[in-house]
């Protein structure tokens, strides 16, 4: 079992920063990649970053060159600097890890983003 908590959500002005932290406890010695997802109001949940054991990096695209992914070689946080918000990216952010062998995802609870004038 890995255990989730993210961090650093709020209300910003288009234009403006923000940077999401995630902690992870328990079986963490499990994780092979830790990421973001996020879900808009009426909208599907969809990937944002990743990053994998290997330090492989993958950013959907619409967030590359605003968003940086990172994580602390201990596997216990993980990091999405978000740069030039616009309200499109008004979601709740999601922190997630996937695990080996059993290949098991872990989320968290959420935290809310809302990017608005």
């Known amino acids: 079992q890995v255990r989730l908590v993210e961090y650093g959500g709020g209300l910003v002005e288009p234009g403006r920063s923000l940077r999401l932290s995630c902690t992870a406890s328990?079986?963490?010695?499990?994780?092979?990649?830790m990421g973001w997802y996020r879900q808009a109001p009426g909208r599907q949940r969809e990937q944002v970053a990743s990053?994998?054991?290997?330090?492989?990096?993958d950013y959907a695209d619409f967030v590359k060159g605003r968003f940086t992914i990172s994580r602390d070689n201990s596997r216990t946080a993980v990091w999405l600097q978000m740069n030039s918000l616009e309200p499109e990216d008004t979601a709740v952010y999601y922190c997630?890890?996937?695990?080996?062998?059993?290949?098991?995802?872990?989320w968290g609870q959420g935290t809310q983003v809302t990017v608005s004038s």
């Open positions: 997630t890890v996937l695990t080996s062998p059993d290949l098991n995802d872990y």
């Open positions: 328990g079986s963490i010695w499990r994780i092979v990649s």
């Open positions: 990053i994998g054991d290997n330090g492989a990096i």
